[in-house]
C-alpha cells in the first residue's frame, strides 16, 4: 500500500506534530500514536493517530527510531513547528522578574560587581534559565559610547588604548603608529580627547577629528595630530577581534542526554573555547534577517558541523538603531523552543533598556 505524502500538514497534522514535538521534549523519547490519541481534541483512536504519523514521516516530518518503536521529530519537523505552529514566545511573569532583578542587582553580597561583569551576569543568566549554553557578545570597542579614554606607550611604537563605556565596561586594544610618542604626549592627547569628545562612540571621535583638522587653525595642531594617529581607522573599522565573549553553562552540555557522542561532544566543547568562532557562530545567525528579534538555527542549518545536533537561538541588541552586540542560547535540538526563545529576546531587550539608561555600573 502506497501511502500519500504531506507536503504541507493539514490542521489535524499540525495538531499531530505539535502534541508529538511537546511529548518528546517533555520526555526524551520516542512517542507512540496510543498516548497522542488520549491528548487530541477530536479524541482519534490509536490507529488514526498512526496513518497521519504514517503521512507525516513521508513527508519528512517525523522518524522512527526502530521498528517498533514510536515517533521522533526531525529537523525539517521541528522547523516547521518553529515556523507555523508555536505561538508568541514569552517568559513567565516569575522568571522575567527573577532576571530582571539579578540583571539590575546592585547589592554588596551579589557576585556580579564591576562593568565588565554585566555581560557575564547575562550569560549566567541565560545559561541557568535555559539549562544550556549561554553566550553574550558584548559591544566591540568602536561601538561603545566613549566615556573616558587611555593611552599608555609600549615598545616598538604599540599603544595600549583603554576604554571606558558609558555603561561601564570597560576594554583594551593595542594600535601601532609611525611616531614614537612619550607617554607625557599621550597623557596630555588623551586628556584633549576627554575633555572635547566623551560621550561619543570612536567612529564619530574620528570623523570629528578629522574635520578639525581640515580646519586652517587646526592644521598645526599637535594634540590633534596625534589624537587622530591613535584613533586610527585600523581602531575603528576592524572591531571582531575586540568583542568581548562571555560563555556560561558548557557543562550544561555534558549532562545532555541528548549528547552521547563522545567525539562530538569534544568537538562542540573546543567550540565554546574560541572566542573567534562564537562570534562568526552569532553573526551568521543573525546575518540576513535584521528584521527578525530572534533567530533559530536548528541541526544542518548551523554552518558547524560540530553544531549539527544542536539549536542556536541568538537575538541582537543595539544603542541608538545600531546592533552593538549579540546574545544566544546553544541547546540540543530537542528544548522547549517557545520558552527559549522567549528568554533569549527577553535578555537582549533588557541588555538594550540598560544600555539606553546608562546605569551607573561601578568599575572594579
Known amino acids: 500500500m502506497i501511502r500519500s505524502s504531506l507536503d504541507i500538514p493539514d490542521e489535524r497534522s499540525r495538531e499531530m506534530l505539535a502534541?508529538?514535538?511537546?511529548?518528546?521534549?517533555?520526555?526524551?523519547?520516542?512517542?507512540?500514536?496510543?498516548?497522542?490519541?488520549?491528548?487530541?481534541?477530536?479524541?482519534?483512536s490509536p490507529a488514526s493517530v498512526r496513518n497521519v504519523f504514517a503521512?507525516?514521516?513521508?513527508?519528512?516530518y517525523l522518524e522512527q527510531p526502530h521498528t517498533s518503536a514510536g515517533r521522533v521529530p526531525s529537523e525539517k519537523g521541528y522547523r516547521f513547528y518553529v515556523d507555523h505552529i508555536l505561538g508568541q514566545s514569552s517568559l513567565s511573569e516569575f522568571d522575567g522578574a527573577a532576571i530582571q532583578a539579578e540583571m539590575r542587582a546592585e547589592s554588596p553580597?551579589?557576585?556580579?560587581t564591576g562593568?565588565?561583569?554585566?555581560?557575564?551576569?547575562?550569560?549566567?543568566?541565560?545559561?541557568?534559565?535555559?539549562?544550556?549554553?549561554?553566550?553574550?557578545?558584548?559591544?566591540?570597542?568602536?561601538?561603545?559610547?566613549?566615556?573616558?579614554?587611555?593611552?599608555?606607550?609600549?615598545?616598538?611604537?604599540?599603544?595600549?588604548?583603554?576604554?571606558?563605556?558609558?555603561?561601564?565596561?570597560?576594554q583594551d586594544r593595542?594600535?601601532?603608529i609611525d611616531e614614537d610618542l612619550t607617554q607625557d604626549e599621550l597623557n596630555r592627547t588623551a586628556n584633549y580627547v576627554n575633555a572635547n569628545f566623551s560621550g561619543m562612540s570612536l567612529p564619530t571621535i574620528r570623523a570629528e577629528l578629522l574635520k578639525r583638522l581640515s580646519e586652517e587653525k587646526a592644521l598645526y595642531d599637535r594634540l590633534l595630530?596625534?589624537?587622530?594617529?591613535?584613533?586610527s581607522r585600523d581602531l575603528t573599522e576592524r572591531d571582531d577581534n575586540s568583542a568581548e565573549v562571555f560563555v556560561e553553562g558548557a557543562s550544561n552540555i555534558v549532562a545532555k542526554p541528548d549528547f552521547t557522542d563522545v567525539e562530538r561532544l569534544r568537538e562542540?566543547?573546543?567550540?565554546?573555547?574560541?572566542?573567534?568562532?562564537?562570534v562568526k557562530i552569532l553573526t551568521e545567525c543573525l546575518s540576513g534577517t535584521p528584521e527578525q528579534q530572534v533567530s533559530i538555527r536548528i541541526?544542518?542549518?548551523?554552518?558547524?558541523?560540530?553544531?549539527?545536533?544542536?539549536?542556536?537561538?541568538?537575538?541582537?541588541?543595539?544603542?541608538?538603531?545600531?546592533v552593538v552586540g549579540s546574545v544566544g542560547v546553544v541547546g540540543p535540538i530537542r528544548m522547549e523552543y517557545a520558552r527559549m526563545i522567549g528568554l533569549v529576546n527577553y535578555v537582549a531587550r533588557l541588555l538594550e533598556q540598560s544600555l539606553a539608561e546608562s546605569p551607573d555600573i561601578t568599575i572594579g
Not at 502534541?19 to 491528548?39: D, K, M, N, Q, Y
Not at 561583569?117 to 541565560?126: C, E, I, P
Not at 562542540?268 to 562564537?278: D, M, T
Open 19 to 44: 502534541l508529538l514535538i511537546e511529548s518528546h521534549i517533555s520526555t526524551g523519547e520516542p512517542v507512540s500514536s496510543r498516548a497522542i490519541s488520549t491528548l487530541s481534541s477530536e479524541k482519534l
Open 55 to 60: 503521512e507525516l514521516e513521508d513527508a519528512g
Open 109 to 112: 553580597e551579589s557576585n556580579w
Open 115 to 170: 562593568g565588565d561583569q554585566f555581560m557575564a551576569r547575562a550569560s549566567h543568566l541565560l545559561s541557568h534559565f535555559s539549562e544550556s549554553v549561554g553566550i553574550v557578545i558584548s559591544p566591540g570597542i568602536a561601538h561603545n559610547v566613549i566615556k573616558h579614554i587611555d593611552f599608555v606607550r609600549l615598545s616598538d611604537g604599540r599603544i595600549l588604548v583603554i576604554t571606558v563605556s558609558r555603561n561601564g565596561l570597560v
Open 174 to 176: 593595542l594600535v601601532r
Open 225 to 231: 595630530q596625534n589624537a587622530i594617529m591613535i584613533c
Open 268 to 278: 562542540l566543547l573546543r567550540v565554546f573555547e574560541e572566542k573567534n568562532r562564537l
Open 299 to 322: 541541526g544542518a542549518e548551523n554552518s558547524l558541523p560540530s553544531l549539527s545536533r544542536c539549536t542556536v537561538i541568538s537575538s541582537h541588541y543595539g544603542y541608538e538603531n545600531q
